[in-house]
């Protein structure tokens, strides 16, 4: 490509060479004899700084798309090391007064109305970059771990959590396909939907590859309008075979979170320092938390039992054999553990059909990971690797058997103790980065009644 990134004129060219650089304006200062031009091309937090004359910087607004070509030289002002004293300015795209991203600090709401020109903000360009730096992260620590990446339908015809809170799609079949045919309009003859979770195809391809893992868009049809719910998110799931015991997905759980986390915190060093000092949170030192100290681990009915006694009071009563609330979850995070703890053994009656059933008869062999002010980050489990007791779930989960078929040949024909979990990812970056809502660390939001572009 004909130019360099203004990363990497930043970090690894040396000064007194002559560059070209392309980007967009963010802000114009105009001194007695001489102007400077902050020019961002999303490749890092800070921009370039250039030097221009007066009358070159007249012409410039902000918002504007520019060429320019001058030499590096070092900054003497504060704030950056290097800087370009330009000597040849062309305006690719200008951009007049209407532009709504003038100022320098927009607050969330503002960014989110007009999210088709946020990329350019500092704060939106952060999330990209650390969007990115998460998935190379995640990707790093399993092909360290001997896992395959594998890609799991977007089409299905399973509701792999069981909630119905499926988008059923249909279609109907190309004029010429039906003609002698008048019954079989429909495109795919049966009900299907957007996924919900990967999770089902994923066991498929572990038992017999061993170490799967999926990253995909899933879909749910959510009824919740809250800060931590999309009806489009993006979910990180690994799926393991010959795991025997619950702790063994723990441990496994968390070092993913940790080691990710890390590659994170060393990887965008700047735009994490950012969100730390725009959101005020202590964000770092979470974070440093996060991947220095053991996540804490209670049993959900110890959980409730901590609950019962919180010094709080709930607008939802905690009670043995009901779901936590996303109050219950941030206060066990937040306010209890301080820092993030795995809740395991759920009653089975609250979890999905495929969790392994514990011995007591009255458990599921699962876990979820909260984080302090999101709550659930992370849910796992065992799978139920006993054809009887599977075939028992489904039944009581009133699932068509026969519609999962399939799922209990897993079983019949060399079966295996396994287990796995997903990651929501959008959570992930929320816990990253401190944004509260979760519309604000994607750039296309989905939820009920919001559906831009
Ligand atoms: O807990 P969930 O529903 O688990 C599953 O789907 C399993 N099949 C995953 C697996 O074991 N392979 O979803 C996993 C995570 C949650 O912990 C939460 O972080 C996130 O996905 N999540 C959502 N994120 C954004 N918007 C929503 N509507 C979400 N629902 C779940
Ligand atoms: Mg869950």
């Known amino acids: 490509l004909p130019t360099k990134t203004i990363k990497s004129i930043l970090e690894s060219l040396a000064i007194n060479n002559e560059v070209e650089v392309h980007g967009w304006i963010r802000s114009i200062r105009t001194q007695k004899n001489v102007s400077f031009a902050n020019v961002n091309d999303g ?68 960014l989110r109305d007009n999210s088709h020109l946020r990329p350019r903000s500092n704060t939106f360009g952060a999330i990209v970059r650390i969007r990115n730096t998460a998935v190379l992260g995640f990707q790093n620590f399993f092909q360290k771990n001997e896992f395959f990446q594998i890609h799991t339908p977007i089409i299905t015809s399973s ?51 061993s170490r799967v893992f999926t990253f995909g868009p899933v879909f749910r049809a959510e009824g919740s309008l809250t800060s931590r719910h999309l009806a489009e998110f993006w979910m990180l799931e690994a799926e393991i075979a010959c795991l ?43 974070l440093e938390n996060t991947t220095n100290n053991p996540f804490s681990c209670l049993s959900y009915s110890e959980a409730i039992d901590i609950l019962s006694k919180a010094n709080q009071k709930f607008e939802h009563t905690p009670k043995y054999g009901c779901s936590l609330y996303s109050e219950h979850e941030k206060y066990l995070a937040t306010d209890y553990c301080r820092g993030p703890v795995f809740i395991t053994d759920y009653p089975r009656e609250i979890k ?52 999962y078929q399939w799922y209990l040949d897993l079983r019949k024909y060399g079966t295996v103790p396994h287990g796995g979990f997903g990651v929501g990812f959008e959570r992930y970056l929320q816990y990253l980065t401190g944004v509260e809502n979760i519309r604000d660390v994607i750039p296309f939001p989905r939820a009920a009644s919001y559906c831009k572009y």
Request: net charge negative; with cysteine.
């Open 43 to 110: 490749s890092s937090l800070k921009g370039l700084q250039v030097v221009l004359t007066n009358d070159e910087a007249k012409k410039l607004t902000t918002g504007a798309c520019v060429k320019m070509r001058g030499i590096l030289a070092k900054s003497p002002g504060d704030g950056q090391s290097k800087e370009l004293q330009a000597h040849y300015v062309e305006i690719l795209g200008e951009c007049d007064s209407t532009y709504p991203l003038q100022k320098k600090y927009h607050s969330m709401e503002f």
């Open 159 to 209: 509701d792999c959590e069981g909630g119905g809170e499926v988008f059923k799609i249909s279609a109907n079949r190309p004029k010429e396909t039906t003609e002698n045919f008048t019954r079989k309009e429909d495109f795919f003859e049966m009900p299907v939907y957007l996924t919900v979770s990967g999770q089902l195809h994923a066991e498929m391809l572990a038992c017999a590859m």
């Open 244 to 286: 025997f015991k619950l702790e063994e997905l723990l441990y496994f759980t968390e070092r993913c979170i940790r080691e990710t986390t890390r590659y994170i915190l060393d990887g965008c060093t700047q735009d994490i320092e950012f969100f730390d000092q725009r959101m005020n949170k202590e964000l770092i030192a979470r």
């Open 352 to 403: 999905p059909f495929y969790m392994r059933v514990n011995s007591d008869g009255e458990t599921a062999a699962c876990t979820d990971l909260l984080v302090p002010d999101i709550g659930e980050l992370v849910g796992g489990s065992l799978r139920e690797e006993r054809y009887d007791i599977l075939e028992q779930n489904l039944k009581e989960s009133n699932m068509i058997q026969e519609n």
